[in-house]
Nanobody
Framework: QVQLVESGGGLVQAGGSLRLSCAAS????????MGWFRQAPGKERVFVAA????????YYADSVKGRFTISRDNAKSTVYLQMNSLKPEDTAVYYC?????????????????WGQGTQVTVSS
């Protein structure tokens, strides 16, 4: 079992920045990949970014490439999502996910554990 707790969401103006955190517990954090997804009202949960267990490989959705950065601190069992140059279309609830095995995915079905989500609202 893995427990995930996101934090860092809020209201920001377009062009601003936020850093999301996701603290994990219940399993050796450095043994599995992690992912960030987001879900806007009335829409499905979509991939934002993922990072390998070691942090050596990262993956991004085209919509956030160059603006968002995923990172992890295995000593703190925490994964981060630095979001810069935010746009109104980035408004959503952001979720971190962890797989039951070692490997993550760009698809939400590849993750078995989810946090409660943190709201990000970008005003124009």
């Amino acid at each position: 079992q893995v427990q995930l707790v996101e934090s860092g969401g809020g209201l920001v103006q377009a062009g601003g920045s936020l850093r999301l955190s996701c603290a994990a517990s219940g399993r050796t954090f450095s043994s599995y990949d992690m992912g960030w997804f987001r879900q806007a009202p009335g829409k499905e949960r979509v991939f934002v970014a993922a990072i390998s267990w070691s942090g050596s490989a990262t993956y991004y959705a085209d919509s956030v490439k160059g603006r968002f950065t995923i990172s992890r601190d295995n000593a703190k069992s925490t994964v981060y999502l630095q979001m810069n140059s935010l746009k109104p279309e980035d408004t959503a609830v952001y979720y971190c996910g962890a797989p039951k095995g070692a490997y993550g995915s760009v698809y939400s079905v590849g993750y078995d554990y989810w946090g409660q989500g943190t709201q990000v609202t970008v005003s124009s």
